[in-house]
């Protein structure tokens, strides 16, 4: 009968079986390693003691292998910009940027991302000239935001922002050109 059955190597108490390797062809095998680095170590290195040159006793202090930035390191780098100025060219993709001269009034849509003009109105265009009396009166404004407002919806922009600069007021021809978008639908952010 123990010719038929091989024999088994039995387990003492205390002892483990040898690990099994995995064959090349086993499913185990395709597995991969992980070859993550193990998490930083904490160093205990001692701390020198000012003013006691003599002294040769030392405290340890533990300092940890990376840390946030502290203040002083922030104010370093001032040009750091702020969450609203990182992430506002994503939440109001679209401006709307308006430039009066002498003779003519300007208006386009930008896209900030692509810097892809979305739609353009001006006094100077062809048609424009020959039919308005005037090129900058408060007319030629309502007649440059209504062509704004009906192109950018062509365009499937139907939401814009306008970033006054520095002391500018939303006011006379300016306030008549944004004015007469929101009435034509557009929802200014």
């Known amino acids: ?10 387990l003492h108490a205390g002892s483990l079986p040898p690990p099994l390797r ?7 095998a395709s597995i991969a390693v992980s070859r993550i680095p193990p998490p930083p170590r904490l160093a205990l290195q001692p701390l020198p003691t000012p003013n ?6 030392q405290s340890l202090v533990v300092r940890a292998a990376w840390t946030r930035r502290s ?3 922030a104010e370093a780098r001032p040009n750091r910009k702020s969450w609203k100025q990182r992430t506002d060219m994503y939440m109001r993709p679209f401006l709307l940027n308006v430039f009066f001269s002498k003779r003519f009034v300007h208006a386009k849509v930008m896209h900030r991302g692509t810097s ?3 739609a353009v109105a ?16 408060d007319n030629a404004c309502r007649t440059i935001g ?11 922009v139907f ?7 520095k002391n500018e007021r939303i006011e006379g021809k300016l306030g008549i050109i944004i004015d007469t978008i929101k009435e034509h639908g557009i929802i200014f952010a």
């Open 146 to 156: 209504r062509l704004i407002a009906e192109r950018s919806m062509d365009a499937d």
């Open 1 to 10: 009968m123990a010719a038929l059955y091989p024999a088994t190597p039995t």
């Open 116 to 118: 892809k003009v979305i």
């Open 22 to 28: 995995a064959s090349p062809l086993s499913w185990s």
């Open 159 to 165: 939401a814009m922002a306008y970033e006054p600069k």
């Open 52 to 57: 006691a040159p003599g002294n040769r006793q």
């Open 122 to 137: 001006t006094t100077n265009a062809k048609d424009l000239r020959l039919t308005l009396p005037s090129l900058v009166d």
């Open 71 to 73: 203040r002083g390191e």
